[in-house]
């Protein structure tokens, strides 16, 4: 198991992880006692890939939880989700929550290590886009209600080098060339207390449908 997560679940924990080993790879869940010992099987949330995932879980107001990872799409990676009852039973199919288009360099997107919130009925999600060699940080805010969280972004005629998403797209920070990154922790999510955000001309939204990136 890699990458754990465990968070409060009733008089319960819950726990999230991904296997890289096996016949089925890919993002599990399972409910334990609190003293750490096993209270069910694991249930596994994702699609079957064998790749680095960095899942991150959340719970709702109302008692259900969400799982948010990165998976492999058209050879780079976008975020995908899916919800979960109070316990821990997978409700429904994983969905695709962004779809970035190509750089400008010809290379694939890659959006990595997410990092969940839910408040106000909204996924708030925090991660890092790399693309033409540059890292930004970037936020995506998903309410509970919108239709497209049901059925996940839309690919079907999307251009190139269009960027599309469920909810809206923020980019929090200005871009930092890779070769100047060293491979540091999840991206924090901007806004709350001790991470202000960032400002300036490299800001900008995207709300649903799509638009091409500018680079």
């Known amino acids: 198991a890699r990458h754990t997560q465990l968070i409060e679940a009733g ?4 726990l999230l992880f991904w296997e890289d080993g096996g016949p089925e790879p890919g993002v ?21 890939k064998r790749q680095e ?36 039973d997978p409700v429904g199919e994983a969905v695709r929550l962004t779809a970035f288009g190509t750089g400008r360099d010809g290379h694939a997107a890659n ?11 909204t996924l708030i999600i925090s991660f890092t886009v790399d693309r033409d060699q540059k890292r ?44 100047e990154v060293l491979d540091g922790p999840s991206a924090p999510i901007p806004g709350l207390p001790g991470e202000p955000s960032a400002g300036g001309e490299e800001g900008g939204e995207l709300s649903g449908g799509g638009c091409a990136h500018a680079g």
Do not use: C, H
């Open 53 to 88: 995932y960095f899942p991150t879980l959340a719970r709702a107001q109302d008692g259900s939880y969400w799982a948010v990872w990165e998976e492999t799409f058209e050879g780079g990676t976008d975020l995908a989700a899916r919800r979960l009852s109070a316990a821990l």
């Open 136 to 179: 930004r940080i970037t936020l995506l805010e998903v309410p509970l209600n919108d239709a497209e969280l049901a059925s996940g972004v839309k690919t079907e005629g999307k251009k190139k080098l269009e960027d599309r998403v469920v909810g809206k797209l923020k980019v929090m920070s200005p871009p930092v060339y890779l070769d």
């Open 111 to 121: 959006a990595s290590r997410p990092s969940l919130a839910i408040a106000d009925g």
């Open 11 to 14: 008089d319960k924990l819950a």
């Open 28 to 48: 599990y869940v399972r409910t334990l006692e609190a003293d750490g010992r096993i209270a069910g099987p694991s249930q596994r949330v994702s699609a079957v």
